[in-house]
Antibody
Framework: EVQLVESGGGLVQPGRSLRLSCAAS????????MHWVRQAPGKGLEWVSG????????GYADSVKGRFTISRDNAKNSLYLQMNSLRAEDTALYYC?????????????WGQGTMVTVSS | AIRMTQSPSSFSASTGDRVTITCRASQGISSYLAWYQQKPGKAPKLLIYAASTLQSGVPSRFSGSGSGTDFTLTISCLQSEDFATYYC?????????FGQGTKVEIK
């Protein structure tokens, strides 16, 4: 079964850091680009960051650029998001998502999400 | 960044209705457009990609059309399980963006 499972969310104070993980199974992980998408409570979907299959292409939303770092370990079938200098507005459910094609494309597989709450 | 604008933001409909949701891009995106359905407490589900290609397993009552800047998602005969929020997404740019969502509610 093709599956993505996020972990690492929780309650964190403003200015602190958190590292999210996404474990992939059921497909050849290193064939596909991967992305992080977040959804604040009661709000719409916001793209956060994406990484190509070989980490050669990486992109970030302006709202997280310079604070978040995406990475992947193809040997471990895992995707990561290092989040530094967290702000209240980063509070959201964070999803990892697999690209349908090998590079750019729609997101055909999503995890269940991990909740990040930034509050003092 | 490419801005995606959906209309309407929400509306009420009845089972059996034909419904259409519109998505407009701030610049041309060819056919690099996807549609998703999201139900409360669930992750988004891919319905359509490349503007008009139905994802495997998605009922044929869903269809998509358009290219360039204007796109539509049509549900030909609304079913009870279709009441949800729908999002469009452009992937013309690596910095992908989503529309703000359209909530389809029961009349």
């Amino acid at each position: 079964e093709v599956q993505l499972v996020e972990s690492g969310g929780g309650l964190v104070q403003p200015g602190r850091s958190l590292r999210l993980s996404c474990a992939a199974s059921g497909f050849t992980f290193d064939d596909y680009a991967m992305h992080w998408v977040r959804q604040a409570p009661g709000k719409g979907l916001e793209w956060v960051s994406g990484i190509s299959w070989n980490s050669g292409s990486i992109g970030y939303a302006d709202s997280v650029k310079g604070r978040f770092t995406i990475s992947r370990d193809n040997a471990k079938n895992s995707l990561y998001l290092q989040m530094n200098s967290l702000r209240a507005e980063d509070t959201a459910l964070y999803y990892c998502a697999k690209v349908l094609g090998s590079t750019v494309g729609a997101f055909d597989i999503w995890g269940q999400g991990t909740m990040v709450t930034v509050s003092s | 960044a490419i801005r995606m604008t959906q209309s309407p933001s929400s509306f009420s409909a009845s089972t059996g209705d034909r419904v259409t949701i519109t998505c407009r891009a701030s610049q041309g995106i060819s056919s690099y457009l996807a549609w998703y359905q999201q139900k409360p407490g669930k992750a988004p589900k891919l319905l359509i990609y490349a503007a008009s290609t139905l994802q495997s397993g998605v009922p044929s009552r869903f269809s998509g059309s358009g290219s360039g800047t204007d796109f539509t998602l049509t549900i030909s005969c609304l079913q009870s399980e279709d009441f949800a929020t729908y999002y469009c997404q452009q992937y013309y740019s690596y910095s992908t963006t989503f529309g703000q969502g359209t909530k389809v509610e029961i009349k």
